[in-house]
């Protein structure tokens, strides 16, 4: 048996931050999945690494800017062509509270 | 012999020649499509009338006695995470169906002056993530060697329609093992660049720090055409790197006497398949008597890969999907009482199971409490692994691998143990964490026909190196290369 690392309650909780909903059944199924996963990503505590430096990147380039420069940009129409909500040039969407 | 079944540089060789014209190609090609497509499911768009259009325009370049770019007249699908003006994208996902990108990514655009055709885009996993092709919200895609098995993933449409004469070439994106490991599933040729050495603007990301486009070719040749056009620094992604671009096509040619190549011990452990590891044996002597000296050698923290990958990738993914709310692009959900309900409905409907399960993961990992334990250690393992390739890379000028510990596995057969799924890209995903380039090409076929493929892995910005060992193992391999004969399950059954 798998230690339990995270709980239904937890998992209800990310649910929340990563803006997702889950019926009971997915929710048990997440956790009991989530819980194997997590127990082999322990594997890592078996390295030191409190000496170690992260790697966000691999290759080391300077930050690469562009000119500040004004340059033409997408027709307003064209970026909204995509919305399925569209009204006097902006996105839609529902009452906030 | 039908004219879908050259290779890219034969056909662009033999439109030169007259021999053949771009339109005759094209015909071959859409006849293909339909012949097999319908078992095969490689596609999820074609634009026919568009690409007989180009052709035209080819074969009045020709008429008119026009120099021709490098690749005029090649048919090429494109892995439906890639953007494309005009044609839906939709990265194998439901929350996407209907974009209409309004800008050609990078590759793209270099594909399109440089004389290709793009013929369509083609299936993946949801969103990249996955290892078969099967968490698309389309339906799989079946293997051209046996249609009851993956082709792998998750570029595995875009490898299939290749390995099927549906396309010369494709272009597939590669996160931890994406390129590689469906090409070696399917007998083909592809190659991870150096994370840099090709531009991701408009590739739809998954993980920023390990994503990169490559291509899937029938051969080495093919893939250094490819990377000639593709590769190369570009003002709107800031992680490309402005380094000169060798004539790959060129360098591929000279041979390998100075190559030192290491094997790594670490690769060849429990749950490697013997027919993999004996087609890797056979390979090595290969090389050997091409005057390459090989050596075993160590790569130490191989095993904490796999973990590693999948915290910094979930992470990076939960973090660039959060763009998927139902407001500017895609899918929004038909009822919701207020903007949060909208948010939360439409992702829950619009995303499949494995890309809800790694933004759940991610999410954790990120979370307050837990950001150290998780994110932050596997970015220090990150360095670990990095630094054991540096190490052989003083001493060592190539890799050999196997690119899968195993042969095409059966639909459904992994799907309900994520985990197990996982495994299948053990030797790729170290790769992609210390982003240097590798190749996979294919050394052999099982006792079941299907293809084995290894893996070339090189220093970073060492493409020149890694096919120009590709070419020459190509070149020297002895087992006769084979095309799939596409037969349908029943047809299959009745004749067993």
């Not at chain 2, 549906?166 to 390129?179: C, K, N, P, R, V």
């Not at chain 2, 220090?380 to 691998?401: A, G, M």
Request: net charge neutral; charged share 25%.
């Amino acid at each position: 048996m798998t230690e339990k690392i995270i709980s239904k309650k937890e998992v209800e909780y990310v649910a929340k931050l990563a803006k997702l909903k889950f019926n009971e059944e997915e929710k048990g199924e997440f956790t009991s999945q989530l819980n194997s996963i997590l127990d082999y990503f322990k594997k890592l505590n078996e390295l030191d690494t409190e000496k170690v430096e992260p790697t966000a990147y691999v290759i080391s380039i300077p930050n690469l800017l562009n000119e500040d420069k004004v340059k033409p940009s997408f027709p307003q129409e064209e970026v909204l062509s995509n919305g399925k909500y569209v009204k006097k040039g902006y996105f839609k969407v529902p009452k906030i509270m | 012999m039908t004219l879908n079944q050259l290779t890219a540089h034969e056909v662009v060789n033999l439109i030169k020649k007259r021999k053949i014209t771009a339109c005759e190609v094209m015909q071959d090609i859409f006849n293909q499509i339909d012949k097999v497509d319908d078992l095969i499911k490689a596609f999820l768009i074609i634009n026919r009338e568009e690409a007989l259009r180009q052709a035209k325009e080819i074969d009045a370049k020709v008429k008119n006695g026009e120099e021709l770019p490098p690749l005029a007249g090649v048919a090429v699908a494109i892995k439906d995470i890639i953007v494309t003006r005009g044609t839906e994208t939709t990265c194998g996902s439901k929350i996407l169906r209907g974009f209409i990108p309004p800008y050609n990514a990078t590759v793209i655009n270099r594909l399109k002056e440089a004389g290709a055709i793009i013929i369509g885009k083609t299936n993946m996993d949801e969103f990249a993530m996955g290892s078969s092709t099967e968490n698309s919200a389309f339906g799989p895609t079946h293997n051209p060697w046996d249609l009851e098995r993956v082709p792998g993933g998750s570029s595995g449409g875009s490898t299939a329609a290749v390995a099927a004469d549906e396309a010369f070439i494709s272009l597939g994106t590669d996160t931890g093992g994406s390129i590689r490991q469906p090409a070696s599933l399917c007998g083909m040729v592809g190659l991870k660049p150096t994370y840099g050495r090709v531009s991701r603007y408009g590739l739809v990301a998954y993980a920023s720090s390990l994503d990169q486009i490559g291509p899937i070719t029938k051969d080495v040749t093919d893939c250094a055409l490819v990377m000639n056009v593709i590769s190369g620094h570009d003002n709107m992604d800031s992680t490309s790197v402005n380094l000169e671009v060798p004539d790959y096509l060129k360098s591929c040619k000279a041979g390998i006497k100075d190559l030192k190549i290491g094997v790594p011990k670490e690769y060849f452990i429990e749950g490697i398949d013997l027919e993999v590891k004996s087609a890797l044996d056979r390979a090595l002597k290969i090389f050997e008597k091409l005057g390459a000296k090989i050596e075993e050698l160590s790569l130490p923290h191989t095993e904490y890969s796999l973990p590693t990958y999948y915290l910094i990738a979930t992470a990076e993914a939960s973090s660039n999907l959060a763009r998927y709310d139902g407001v500017q692009y895609g899918y929004r959900a038909e009822e919701y009482k207020d903007l949060s309900s909208m948010y939360q409905k439409t992702r829950s409907e619009g995303f499949g199971s494995e890309v809800k399960r790694r933004i759940m993961l991610g999410t954790y990992a990120l979370s307050s409490g837990y950001y150290d334990a998780y994110y932050l250690k596997a970015q220090k393992v990150r360095t670990l692994i990095k630094e054991d390739f540096d190490k052989v890379f003083s001493k060592y000028d190539i890799l050999v691998t196997p690119t899968s510990p195993t042969p095409a596995f059966k639909l459904k057969e992994k799907v309900s143990d994520p985990l197990t799924m996982y495994l299948s890209d053990i030797y790729t995903i170290p790769i992609n964490l210390a982003g240097i380039p590798a190749i996979s090409i294919n050394c052999g076929y099982s006792k079941n026909n299907l293809p084995i493929g290894l893996q070339i892995i090189g220093k970073h910005f060492s493409e020149e190196t890694i096919l120009r060992a590709a070419f020459n193992f190509e070149q020297n391999n002895d087992i006769e290369r084979k095309k799939p004969s596409i037969k349908p399950a029943k047809h299959k059954e009745a004749t067993e």
